[in-house]
């Protein structure tokens, strides 16, 4: 069932839900069919801000003192919350964000996860012992919260990334401000219902719906001890330099144009559905997308046939359509800034085989749609193999040997993820040592992670000094406090 209710949103400040202090507001509409209004938005100040802050300021005392695994027991409330409302979450991100109804379905059940799984990381806070080098002392150390944290988020997983960050800062006894992403205000107010059915206390967790332009103004406050972004390089640098200057715990999850590597022994025909699916899956919106498949030429010409015949049968609709196999981007900009990519590698000598436009018709006309994209040729000097298009496009480039692909996979300023396709061991062992990236796979797409398991990348793809998910995830939130104790 279609969201047909028009809402007009609000904050969610100290377990209260206030209307943003701006006269500004924009309609929120469906991607696949702008026509369809899903919420009226009024976008927030810097007085909102500044009241989510301090909401969250005045409850640190109270949760910190909060027994870890009491705090636990809310986020397992809040995964039973999710799966409760799996349907109802699944058509929101569908029709605000553009996903397939699938894909936004395995995104709700993963942010349940990763809720459980920061739940039980509640019973296992621990610090250490350390043997002195006198008689009678004992060294102990203690994590310890930092504060309140600021959590910034994209549109392109609404729901997962909220979880992932908000969930390990919880747990390890942070208060938080969550700053949404404007593409999808209604996924936050869905999560902030959520929070407040889990019977949070009032302030832990916070949400403002506004512009960009409000996260500066949040990190200059004094009661922010930490900021947690993740988003777009140039965003992420601005937010990174500032927070820096007030020495303030910042971390980073940015870009990535990440490789696949075909080598000539593969199972060609797992590799082409591990490149569509790397490439063409979520739309292509996703940091850990494939944005270069370097393949040997032993092998290149017979995988570009096979690729082409695969992304020929794609189907593009709403992701409500059960026979549609790739929705729209989430934004006109969004798609403008694909097919300009898309024109550059053409006229820089990519060979256009399929796609490379917005498709005709009356059933796109009001979406933002774009063809699922092959292009073939693709060289090291190109502007797409470099920038991040971030949508539908597989970018084939050829190399003679795997000295050659892993030469080209790293000639890169990101590092989030990479895969290779190969059934040789040495060769696979490699390839996994030897690209500069933080997440490594072998005969599986660049997209997708285990919640329990840490994600992160190298060199511009983040900041580098903390991990995401898995237990690693936790030590972005806390401090460490040493303990020396005599005793008689």
């Given at each position: 069932m279609a969201l047909t209710k028009t809402q007009e949103l609000q904050n969610y400040i100290g377990g209260q839900w206030v209307t943003p202090g701006s006269d500004d507001t924009f309609e929120d509409t469906n991607p696949a069919d702008t026509r369809e209004v899903l919420a009226i938005v009024r976008q927030s100040n810097e007085s909102d801000a500044d009241a989510a802050i301090e909401a969250a300021a005045g409850a640190e005392a109270s949760w910190k003192n909060t027994p870890a695994p009491a705090r636990g027991g809310y986020l397992n409330k809040l995964a039973e919350k999710m799966r409760e409302r799996q349907d109802d979450l699944t058509r929101a991100i569908v029709q605000e964000m553009g996903k397939t109804y699938n894909e936004a379905k395995k995104e709700v059940l993963f942010a349940a996860g990763i809720a459980d799984f920061y739940a039980a990381e509640g019973r296992r806070i621990t610090g250490k012992v350390i043997p002195a080098d006198?008689?009678?002392?004992?060294?102990?150390?203690?994590?310890?919260?930092?504060?309140?944290?600021?959590?910034?988020?994209?549109?392109?997983?609404?729901?997962?990334?909220?979880?992932?960050?908000?969930?390990?800062?919880?747990?390890?006894?942070?208060?938080?401000?969550?700053?949404?992403?404007?593409?999808?205000?209604?996924?936050?107010?869905?999560?902030?219902?959520?929070?407040?059915?889990?019977?949070?206390?009032?302030?832990?967790?916070?949400?403002?719906?506004?512009?960009?332009?409000?996260v500066s103004h949040m990190i200059d406050h004094p009661s922010v001890d930490a900021v947690s972004f993740t988003g777009s390089n140039p965003v992420g640098k601005k937010i990174y330099e500032q927070a820096n200057k007030h020495m303030k715990r910042v971390h980073m999850e940015m870009g990535g144009k990440n490789p696949l590597l075909v080598l000539s022994d593969a199972d060609l025909d797992e590799a082409v559905d591990v490149a569509v699916k790397g490439s063409l899956g979520q739309t292509g919106q996703a940091c850990t997308a494939t944005g270069r498949?370097?393949?040997?030429?032993?092998?290149?010409?017979?995988?570009?046939?096979?690729?082409?015949?695969?992304?020929?049968?794609?189907?593009?609709?709403?992701?409500?359509?059960?026979?549609?196999?790739?929705?729209?981007?989430?934004?006109?900009?969004?798609?403008?800034?694909?097919?300009?990519?898309?024109?550059?590698?053409?006229?820089?000598?990519?060979?256009?085989?399929?796609?490379?436009?917005?498709?005709?018709?009356?059933?796109?006309?009001?979406?933002?749609?774009?063809?699922?994209?092959?292009?073939?040729?693709?060289?090291?000097?190109?502007?797409?193999?470099?920038?991040?298009?971030?949508?539908?496009?597989?970018?084939?480039?050829?190399?003679?040997?795997?000295?050659?692909?892993?030469?080209?996979?790293?000639?890169?300023?990101?590092?989030?993820?990479?895969?290779?396709?190969?059934?040789?061991?040495?060769?696979?062992?490699?390839?996994?040592?030897?690209?500069?990236?933080?997440?490594?796979?072998?005969?599986?797409?660049?997209?997708?992670?285990?919640?329990?398991?840490?994600?992160?990348?190298?060199?511009?793809?983040?900041?580098?000094?903390?991990?995401?998910?898995?237990?690693?995830?936790?030590?972005?939130?806390?401090?460490?406090?040493?303990?020396?104790?005599?005793?008689?």
């Open positions: 006198m008689e009678n002392i004992q060294i102990q150390t203690v994590p310890e919260p930092l504060g309140v944290a600021l959590i910034v988020t994209p549109w392109n997983f609404p729901l997962s990334i909220p979880t992932w960050k908000i969930a390990p800062a919880v747990a390890a006894g942070n208060t938080v401000v969550l700053k949404t992403s404007s593409e999808t205000p209604l996924l936050g107010k869905m999560f902030m219902e959520m929070i407040e059915a889990s019977g949070f206390p009032a302030g832990v967790v916070n949400q403002v719906i506004g512009p960009g332009r409000l498949v370097i393949v040997e030429e032993a092998v290149y010409d017979e995988f570009v046939q096979k690729v082409k015949a695969e992304v020929e049968k794609f189907r593009l609709g709403s992701g409500l359509d059960e026979q549609v196999h790739m929705g729209p981007q989430v934004s006109d900009s969004e798609k403008q800034s694909t097919l300009e990519l898309i024109n550059s590698a053409v006229g820089e000598g990519a060979e256009l085989l399929v796609g490379g436009s917005a498709p005709s018709g009356e059933a796109y006309e009001h979406g933002h749609f774009v063809q699922p994209t092959l292009l073939a040729g693709v060289t090291r000097e190109m502007r797409i193999a470099h920038e991040e298009e971030f949508g539908p496009v597989i970018s084939v480039m050829k190399a003679s040997n795997l000295d050659e692909a892993i030469e080209i996979a790293n000639d890169t300023d990101f590092g989030l993820t990479a895969s290779v396709c190969t059934n040789d061991s040495n060769s696979m062992t490699r390839a996994l040592n030897e690209i500069e990236a933080g997440l490594v796979k072998a005969n599986m797409p660049t997209t997708g992670t285990f919640f329990q398991a840490p994600f992160g990348g190298y060199k511009q793809s983040g900041s580098g000094s903390f991990k995401e998910l898995g237990r690693e995830g936790m030590d972005f939130f806390t401090k460490t406090k040493t303990k020396y104790i005599k005793t008689k």
